[in-house]
């Protein structure tokens, strides 16, 4: 209790919530809460800043910037890296459950049992989200209010967008199946994008490492025989 007094004296209401929006969205991938990331960043931060201090002879110099460099870098690693690479991983699995989810679709079943028998044959993290969603119902709430919640719990866009499109089209009766055919495609154009993506890539990372490690070895070659000419 006295920590969460003493994290709200530092942090505004704002950036509590915005912590904890965030670290939801990691899902089971952290071993935080709002006020327990704030307490440890800033405990980390102090720890480095004494130590820098006492370390260096110019601590006094660099300690104020090596402590706000680990104030910014402890939130990027934990929340900001982490959330990035989740949002990448649900979005590559998003094209295989979609796909799952409009061929049961087009088998005759509704919404609801469509994502019931998707969840129970895939096995992967937006499987889990959705099948949290579904286990929600159980408790009362309506599909649409558990669908809101599991947009609420993923920061990704592409994902989020589905997810809303999915709960206007069950709510104005509007045909799912048209819906989900598009955002299939979507996924797939944007699969194919990231692999081009990925492609181009390629020729600028050999040309690093031949610029590290061909070139000068190739040097060391031509040049080799008058350096130990030169030296004898």
Same mark, same amino acid.
């Given at each position: 209790?006295? @920590? ?30 709002? &006020? ?43 929340? &900001? ?5 989740? $949002? ?13 989810? &409009?061929?049961?679709?087009? =088998? ?9 028998? &998707? ?22 709430? =309506? ?12 920061? =990704? @866009? ?6 809303? $499109? ?7 009766? $509007? ?34 490492? =031949? ?22």
């Amino acid at each position: 209790m006295k @920590d969460a007094k003493f994290i709200k004296k530092l942090y505004s209401r704002k950036e509590l919530s915005e912590i904890e929006y965030k670290l939801k969205c990691l899902g089971n991938d952290t071993k935080y809460t709002a &006020t327990t990331f704030a307490l440890t960043r800033i405990i980390i931060t102090a720890l480095v800043f004494v130590l820098t201090i006492v370390i260096s002879d110019m601590g006094y110099i660099y300690a104020p910037f090596i402590g706000i460099g680990c104030y910014y870098l402890f939130y990027y690693l934990n929340i &900001t890296k982490k959330l990035e690479a989740r $949002n990448r991983k649900l979005e590559h699995q998003a094209l295989y459950f979609f796909e799952i989810l &409009t061929l049961t679709l087009e =088998s005759g079943r509704n919404l609801e049992n469509a994502l019931i028998v &998707t969840c129970d044959n895939v096995d992967s993290e937006i499987s889990k989200e959705f099948k949290k969603a579904l286990d929600e119902m159980k408790f009362g709430k =309506s599909l649409i209010e558990a669908l809101s919640d599991l947009k609420s719990r993923i920061s =990704s @866009d592409i994902i989020g967008n589905i997810i809303l $499109n999915i709960i206007q089209t069950n709510r104005f009766g $509007n045909s799912i199946l048209d819906t989900l055919y598009n955002e299939v495609d979507f996924l797939r154009q944007k699969e194919l994008l990231t692999v081009k993506e990925q492609i181009n890539k390629i020729p600028n990372k050999v040309s690093i490492i =031949s610029v590290l490690f061909i070139v000068p070895l190739i040097l060391v070659l031509i040049l080799g025989p008058y350096l130990i000419e030169f030296i004898s």
